[in-house]
């Protein structure tokens, strides 16, 4: 055997055992006439002792290990005399007998530590050797155990795991696809599927009434902290069940698992309306760990004084900064430079400082009255000692969007948005079609596939726009987790969700034909919901991406710098593709 035990496991009662370790050289230190190994494995860290005074070539050996040496200990279990309270095997040390050295190292390019001096890139290029550092390894453990629970919970409520094939027919309606071509269909392509969506439906309709699936999936698109182009979700379908059934079922799920993962205990969740949720906080996915709700302003702005930006403005709307009226000069035109910035997108910001003194301070002043002002003050339910800042513009939801990345600005300057605290809540009611500036059509919310709300399907032909969706979405501390809806099964009805998103019926047979036809033999009413494996969890392992909770993750650009992909494939390959690359200068 290579090892009787851990480096994690062994304590005061194992003293006097004889044991063999193996693992890798975390550091090594001498002192006198003796030599200290701290050897590392996943489970933890044990110090072996090697003394030059009883073998002296024994000693020897171990003066000459270096960082991440792989090796293999024999000793035995000793009580140490300095003890050491901050690691689990603390109380005990293995006085070494013989040493055998399994694997040399090169010097690591970092430390191998929790608080590594390793920048994002080169731990990204030596992933393997970052995945040693346990703030590392301890996330992806953590993964583990959440699918191992999500699996066992499933399992209980009937669901069968079933795997969907990874190449798929394309299906632009969405994110970009990735392509991958066909060496034996010349010309044709496969597509990495964006979501299993249209196979697990097919499922229902196979009679699978209750599916689930660790899916792979795989999304063409600009990368951020939530993102990569590959991803995991927690796909899941039921046959037979309304909005509330899914609700109930999956937020159960949730529940178990932070009550499992976190010790934490998830009330009754709130379901917002997609509508309420804009208009209090300009985000679909509202973080409630704090307050600074939206106060519409234009009945105390707009035409009340004579300021032309507001007078001619769209939408008025602020939020109340507590205790902040102290900011000063300097730090207000950061906080104007941010809503400039073109991620945001603001033409200025306006404040009112309601001092402490009672007296207040605007960059309005010229503009209203004191009386006007004090209106503001009631209307926002503003305090002394208090900070408004407000924003307009033509648009109200655009407006309403960049005051929400205020507000969470100002959320995370105060220090609002703890990790340790989840604010867990659905949104409901979403609006089917949203507009595509860059395809100047309505699209999808969601996919073409969201049953419309029953009350609203009169309005298709002519207000479309106004069809809320049978949809619902996961949202905790402003991430959404996951989504789902209840899915259309009459083949009349997709239809006319494809005529109004502009499909041809020649293009909707090409793309979804497959489908369409499923549905005429006998299709249960179904729904689905997928929640984000890495995001779900980022959020329980209090992570600000979801690229440390992967184990080989891409970076900003979508590269593998690890495995330096993509990359230049060979000639050969192509000539066997029938594919001749042409780059556009």
Known sequence: MYRTNTCGELRLSDAGKEVTLAGWVQRSRKMGGMTFIDLRDRYGITQLVFNEADDADLCGEANKLGREYCVQVKGVVNERQSKNGKMPTGDIEIIAKELNVLSSSLTPPFTIEDNTDGGDDLRMKYRYLDLRRPAVRKNIELRHRMTIIIRNFLDKLNFIEVETPVLIGSTPEGARDFVVPSRMNPGQFYA???????????????????????????????LRADRQPE???????????????????????????????????????????????????????????????????MDDLKGTGTFPVFDEAGYIGGIVVPGCAEYSRKQLNELTD?????????????????????????????????????????????????????????????????????????????????????????????????????????????????????????????????VRAKAYDFVCNGVEVGGGSLRIHDTQLQEKMFEVLGFTPERAEAQFGFLMNAFKYGAPPHAGLAFGLDRFVSILAGLDSIRDCIAFPKNNSGRDVMLDAPSVIDDKQLDELQIKVELKA
């Open 192 to 222: 990495l599927p964006q979501s299993p969506q249209t196979l697990k439906q097919l499922l229902m309709v196979a009679g699978f009434d209750r599916y689930f699936q660790i899916a792979k999936c795989f999304r063409d698109e600009d």
């Open 231 to 297: 991803f995991t979700q927690i796909d899941c379908e039921m046959s037979y069940v309304d909005q509330d059934d899914v609700i109930g079922i999956f937020e159960e799920m949730a529940r178990c698992l932070f009550r499992e993962i976190r010790g934490v205990e998830l009330p009754k969740l709130e379901q917002m309306p997609w509508h309420e949720a804009m208009r209090r906080f300009g985000s679909d996915k509202p973080d409630l760990r704090f307050g600074m709700e939206f106060v519409e302003l």
């Open 338 to 466: 941010f809503v400039k910035r073109p991620q945001v997108g603001a033409k200025g910001l306006v404040f009112i400082k309601y001092n402490s003194d009672g007296t207040v301070k605007s960059s309005i002043d010229k503009f209203y009255t004191p009386e006007q002002l004090q209106k503001v003050k009631e209307t926002t339910g503003a305090k002394d000692g208090d900070l408004v800042l407000i924003l307009s513009g033509d648009n109200a939801n655009k407006t309403r969007v960049q005051l929400c990345t205020l507000r969470l600005e100002m959320g995370d300057r105060l220090g609002l948005r703890d990790k340790n605290v989840f604010k867990c809540l659905w949104i409901v009611d979403f609006p089917l079609f949203e507009w595509s500036d860059e395809e100047q059509r309505l699209m999808a919310t969601h996919h073409p596939f969201t049953m419309p709300n029953p009350d609203d399907i009169p309005l298709l032909d002519e207000h479309p726009e106004q």
